[in-house]
């Protein structure tokens, strides 16, 4: 993967162009044994990026292992493009793992993204790895409130083009967004993020990849790939 820190935004749109042509949203049959979350901790502004994937045995969810990666960008914050400063941090946790998960969950959007290139998206065509997001807030698009029942879900619309699934994980609690990233597709999405429910109203691979980032931010856990 290229180095992303030098590029101009003119230059980082023609390589989401480009990444949007390689993405594969089919719906087919998966096999997971293993499923993994993904996240990042920094300051927004911050040049230090702080990155963690945690591995789940399936439908378990019980932690199997996690890689965290402490690492540096200067590719600046811009809304609509933050996969340049955090997809190379991630890229590298994701190369320490022993075994990597069938399908991985990021705390983001795949393409439910202005130009369908969030950061599972993203990461998914950099490495082939399967991969889909799910967002605390919604990026683009519009959608009529699920209901407010746990597991009642409603389409994400661009116009007529179904970009995600707004998810209703917790009862009579705001939803969050999910979209197929790579090498999953929209129902596909849906199915997957219905069996990682957990307490809270973020799904259990990104609630437990935010946790551990943020002890790794404390200093609480070391860089470096750790067996549970």
């Given at each position: 993967?290229?180095?992303?820190?030098?590029?101009?935004?003119?230059?980082?749109?023609?390589?989401?162009?480009?990444?949007?042509?390689?993405?594969?949203?089919?719906?087919?049959?998966?096999?997971?044994?293993?499923?993994?979350?993904?996240?990042?901790?920094?300051?927004?502004?911050?040049?230090?990026?702080?990155?963690?994937?945690?591995?789940?045995?399936?439908?378990?969810?019980?932690?199997?292992?996690?890689?965290?990666?402490?690492?540096?960008?200067?590719?600046?914050?811009?809304?609509?493009?933050?996969?340049?400063?955090?997809?190379?941090?991630?890229?590298?946790?994701?190369?320490?793992?022993?075994?990597?998960?069938?399908?991985?969950?990021?705390d983001g959007h795949g393409i439910a993204h202005p130009r369908r290139m969030g950061?599972?998206?993203?990461?998914?065509?950099?490495?082939?790895?399967?991969?889909?997001?799910?967002?605390?807030?919604?990026?683009?698009?519009?959608?009529?409130?699920?209901?407010?029942?746990?597991?009642?879900?409603?389409?994400?619309?661009?116009?007529?083009?179904?970009?995600?699934?707004?998810?209703r994980s917790k009862t009579k609690v705001a939803p969050v967004f999910v979209s197929?990233?790579?090498?999953?597709?929209?129902?596909?999405?849906?199915?997957?993020?219905?069996?990682?429910v957990g307490r809270y109203r973020i799904p259990e691979p990104t609630r437990l990849?935010?946790?551990?980032?943020?002890?790794?931010?404390?200093?609480?856990?070391?860089?470096?790939?750790?067996?549970?």
């Amino acid at each position: 993967m290229d180095n992303y820190d030098t590029l101009t935004i003119t230059e980082a749109t023609a390589i989401q162009k480009d990444l949007r042509q390689r993405v594969d949203t089919a719906d087919r049959p998966l096999a997971i044994r293993l499923i993994g979350g993904a996240d990042i901790s920094l300051n927004l502004y911050s040049t230090t990026i702080y990155a963690g994937i945690i591995v789940l045995s399936f439908p378990e969810l019980r932690p199997v292992g996690w890689s965290l990666v402490q690492a540096e960008t200067r590719f600046p914050y811009v809304p609509g493009y933050l996969a340049f400063r955090e997809v190379p941090a991630l890229v590298a946790a994701w190369k320490q793992l022993p075994e990597k998960p069938d399908v991985l969950v990021i705390d983001g959007h795949g393409i439910a993204h202005p130009r369908r290139m969030g950061i599972a998206a993203h990461f998914g065509v950099e490495t082939g790895q399967a991969s889909m997001g799910c967002a605390k807030k919604l990026l683009t698009g519009s959608y009529q409130e699920p209901g407010l029942a746990v597991g009642s879900y409603s389409p994400i619309l661009a116009g007529t083009e179904q970009i995600g699934y707004a998810f209703r994980s917790k009862t009579k609690v705001a939803p969050v967004f999910v979209s197929p990233g790579h090498r999953v597709g929209m129902d596909n999405s849906l199915a997957v993020i219905r069996q990682c429910v957990g307490r809270y109203r973020i799904p259990e691979p990104t609630r437990l990849a935010h946790e551990l980032v943020n002890r790794f931010r404390r200093s609480e856990l070391a860089e470096g790939w750790s067996a549970c």
